[in-house]
């Protein structure tokens, strides 16, 4: 199997640059059909991950948010959401990352989740694990909650199948002091990936 992570972090670190550039408190964006931003950060980010795509792997299809490349059925698919976080994004808040991802057969092989305001790149590969910058990470050991800290996104939104006393039926109920929670800012893939 080829080696896909140089490709992954270097067009990260590409699309970066992009994030950057664009980035200011004005960012100007438009609204998709669903009432969702898109700014030209997205747009352009989006067609530079199809043309290196298309270059590199001539036959690997491109599924992004703004714009898909499937013309070749393949069973190598790259995923992309050229800037989540959008929102944060477009008002002017550095919370947002690119990612990217490698599918075979519809199961991720390699990711890349890169946030620029921090120069953060985290990296994961089927059977290798995850990085940071370089450097192994994991999981906590953690095995009580006491000592944790977990995110989750929608907490309080929705009814958990969670045991007592973690389950909850209004928001008031979903924050027991056994634990600590954070809640994300925006972005799905910086808050997994942190």
């Not at 002017?92 to 620029?116: N, Q, R, W």
């Not at 694990?129 to 095995?143: D, Q, W």
């Not at 929705?158 to 039926?169: D, G, K, Q, T």
Request: glycine share 6%; with cysteine; hydrophobic share 35%.
């Amino acid at each position: 199997m080829p080696n896909y992570k140089p490709f992954a972090i270097n067009l990260a670190k590409k699309v970066g640059r992009i994030m950057l550039r664009y980035f200011s408190s004005r960012v100007k964006n438009s609204y998709k059909q669903d009432h969702s931003p898109v700014t030209k950060a997205d747009l352009d980010i989006n067609r530079l991950v199809i043309e290196n795509v298309k270059r590199r792997f001539p036959m690997h299809d491109v599924l992004g948010e703004e714009e898909s490349h499937l013309s070749n059925s393949s069973d190598y698919v790259w995923v992309c959401d050229p800037i989540d976080g959008t929102i944060p994004y477009s008002h002017g808040i550095p919370v947002s990352v690119f990612s990217l991802a490698l599918t075979h057969h519809g199961k991720p092989i390699v990711g890349v989740v890169y946030d620029p305001f921090h120069r953060k790149t985290f990296f994961a590969e089927q059977g290798k694990g995850a990085t940071l910058n370089g450097k192994k990470i994991r999981v906590s050991p953690k095995k009580e909650l006491e000592h944790a800290l977990i995110g989750m996104d929608g907490w309080g939104l929705a009814r958990y199948n969670l045991p007592p006393p973690l389950s909850c039926s209004r928001k008031q109920e979903c924050s027991p002091p056994q634990f600590r929670i954070h809640h994300p800012y925006g972005c799905a893939c910086r808050d997994r990936a942190i």
